[in-house]
């Protein structure tokens, strides 16, 4: 049995009143156990499903399903053919924000795109018009275009750029901005991963650092009554609580928005709506997710010379890549 770290337990203090809480956090974290996975369906559901399915959650999108542990998606044919996408249900829990944006939508703009879950489930949810997907890291865009090419999202622009580029080129431009944040991926370690230095304060003050810079250039983006999705994969409110109330200080124009299907996982580290997934839930690795909806009326022109020169279009090849 791993021996928690000095900082694990100091932070599980400022997380939790109660010593069992305290104490159920340390353990998934220090003794992970197998999550089940999720698969966002991008195809109409088959009659027969090949996978033992569990029983939904209040906040779980009809066309998700949450598998029962040990189950392999990622090696079905089905999976092969695009018909789904697999990934983590703490991943469906920060997404299921967007049941609280109002449809139909004009533009989704995933500033932090790679690989490709969070976009797929805007496109599944909202219904955009427009789908622009933007990572920052190279060698991670080919791996985004190639996941969206599977599951026959064809229609999406591609990116490779900062975000501050955005902001200059596409202000109060996309109906729904996400922003699923880099941080110090405390939440790894409930699948077993390494996560080096993630509870040490500097790595924690540096990607919170990040984490504002990068919200402070999606502000920039989002239309006049638009949202802005901001969510984590990480524990530290530096990275999460705090950041969000940070947003809303410097723009006081956007207010946190009330996510009903997500009642129960009310945050208790903050006066405004947001949500949390603790990974002791046994419900998914955990994770933070907060709305955000921009109430000023500036309104600008789309730029389609800039979408045009700087998107990538994903061209459907008739011998599936």
């Not at 189950?71 to 092969?80: M, T, W």
Request: charged share 20%.
């Amino acid at each position: 049995m791993d021996q928690p770290s000095k900082l694990l337990l100091k932070l599980s203090r400022r997380l939790f009143v109660e010593e069992r809480d305290r104490d159920a956090f340390v353990e998934t974290l220090t003794n992970p156990q197998p999550f089940p996975s999720a698969i966002v369906w991008v195809q109409p559901r088959p009659e027969q499903i090949p996978f033992a399915i569990a029983p939904a959650l209040p906040w779980q999108p009809a066309w998700v399903d949450r598998l029962t542990p040990d189950q392999r998606p990622g090696q079905h044919l089905l999976h092969q053919s695009g018909a789904y996408y697999c990934l983590d249900m703490a991943s469906v829990f920060s997404a299921a924000v967007f049941s609280a944006i109002p449809t139909p939508v004009e533009a989704v703009l995933d500033l932090c795109a790679a690989p490709g879950g969070k976009s797929l489930l805007a496109r599944q949810a909202l219904h955009p018009n427009r789908l622009w997907c933007n990572e920052v890291i190279r060698k991670r865009v080919r791996i985004l275009i190639s996941n969206l090419k599977r599951c026959g999202a064809t229609e999406a622009l591609v990116f490779n750029l900062d975000p501050q580029v955005f902001a200059e080129q596409l202000p109060h431009a996309a109906s729904v901005v996400v922003v699923d944040a880099p941080c110090s991926g405390q939440s790894l370690l409930a699948k077993g991963d390494a996560a080096l230095g993630c509870f040490h304060p500097v790595n924690i003050k540096k990607n919170a650092s990040r984490q504002k810079r990068i919200l402070a250039q999606a502000t920039q983006t989002v239309a006049a009554g638009g949202y802005l999705a901001y969510m984590t994969c990480t524990f530290s409110s530096e990275e999460n609580e705090q950041v969000a109330a940070w947003l809303m200080k410097k723009n006081p124009q956007f207010e946190a928005v009330e996510v009903p299907a997500l009642r129960d996982h009310a945050s208790p580290l903050a006066s405004f709506p947001c949500y949390r997934l603790w990974p002791q839930s046994a419900l998914g690795a955990g994770g933070f997710t907060v709305l955000l909806r921009n109430r000023g009326d500036r309104v600008e022109p789309l730029n389609l010379d800039f979408l045009t020169a700087h998107g990538m279009k994903i061209y459907q090849s008739e011998a599936s890549s």
